[in-house]
């Protein structure tokens, strides 16, 4: 899932890359908002909140949603020139070293956060996910070639809609069948990965309300077996170039 790149990837390894991080994804936005109140994936609504709180004089917390898009933008950005690197020198283990540098972090995050090492009401905790959330999403968009994103549904849905469109429009005349099976390939992949990050919403709502502090923890465990499976199922190709 994390080594072959773009125009090399089929529906089977982005289907499944996708899907694995929009739950992930799914989980932590949730999560971060019950904690927080403020999303960690989804950066429209912060947006909006920022422009809300801007009209309402509430300087303070406009600030907060200002940094929690910066950080977002960090974290694509730091993806970005991992990436950059690891093209140069062709290490094909580089897309998965930067899913479990967020799993790690991940974790880090919880065992300061068990430590009690944060103050009551901190803002980092927020700060970092949205950090590993501009992260992941970049990741993804560099791996896919901008064909799957996993933090937010917005553009899942209108490609989702546009896809609905091209299959009712193939009733009205005859096309191959490659042409079919890629139009059902391409609004499958979409469904799923809406679907996974709702579900994924839903089982994060449920497990950070019974197990808050542990959660971390299980998303970080989750995250790095997708990243380890992945460079074991390629360890002998990580550096070479295809």
């Known amino acids: 899932m994390l080594f072959l790149e773009q125009e090399k990837r089929n529906f089977v390894t982005n289907r499944r890359?996708?899907?694995?991080l929009a739950i992930v994804a799914g989980a932590i936005n949730v999560a971060a908002f019950m904690e927080f109140g403020y999303y960690c994936a989804n950066m429209t609504g912060?947006?909006?909140?920022?422009?809300?709180?801007?009209?309402?004089?509430?300087?303070?917390?406009?600030?907060?949603?200002?940094?929690?898009g910066c950080c977002f933008v960090?974290?694509?950005?730091?993806?970005?020139?991992?990436?950059?690197?690891?093209?140069?020198?062709?290490?094909?283990?580089?897309?998965?070293?930067?899913i479990l540098l967020e799993a790690v972090m991940?974790?880090?995050?919880?065992?300061?956060?068990?430590?009690?090492?944060?103050?009551?009401?901190?803002?980092?905790p927020a700060l970092t996910l949205c950090f590993l959330m501009g992260l992941q999403n970049a990741?993804?968009?560099?791996?896919?070639?901008?064909?799957?994103?996993?933090?937010?549904?917005?553009?899942?849905?209108?490609?989702l809609g546009m896809e609905i469109a091209d299959w009712f429009d193939l009733w009205r005349r005859h096309v191959s069948s490659e042409h079919l099976l890629s139009i059902r390939q391409r609004l499958w992949l979409h469904l799923q990965i809406?679907?996974?990050f709702v579900g994924g919403g839903i089982a994060g709502a449920f497990a950070y309300h019974a197990w808050p502090a542990y959660f971390l923890f299980i998303v970080a465990i989750l995250l790095a077996a997708c990243a380890i499976?992945?460079?074991?199922?390629?360890?002998?190709?990580?550096?070479?170039?295809?």
């Open 17 to 20: 890359l996708g899907s694995s």
């Open 46 to 68: 912060n947006a909006s909140a920022l422009a809300l709180n801007l009209q309402q004089r509430k300087p303070a917390e406009g600030l907060h949603t200002l940094e929690l």
């Open 74 to 98: 960090l974290g694509a950005i730091v993806c970005t020139f991992l990436v950059n690197i690891g093209r140069r020198r062709h290490w094909r283990v580089v897309y998965a070293v930067s």
């Open 106 to 124: 991940l974790a880090t995050l919880g065992v300061v956060d068990a430590m009690g090492l944060f103050t009551r009401g901190s803002f980092i």
């Open 139 to 159: 990741t993804v968009t560099r791996i896919s070639g901008s064909v799957v994103r996993t933090t937010h549904i917005t553009g899942m849905l209108t490609d």
């Open 194 to 196: 809406i679907f996974c």
């Open 229 to 242: 499976s992945s460079i074991i199922a390629n360890s002998d190709s990580l550096f070479s170039e295809e």
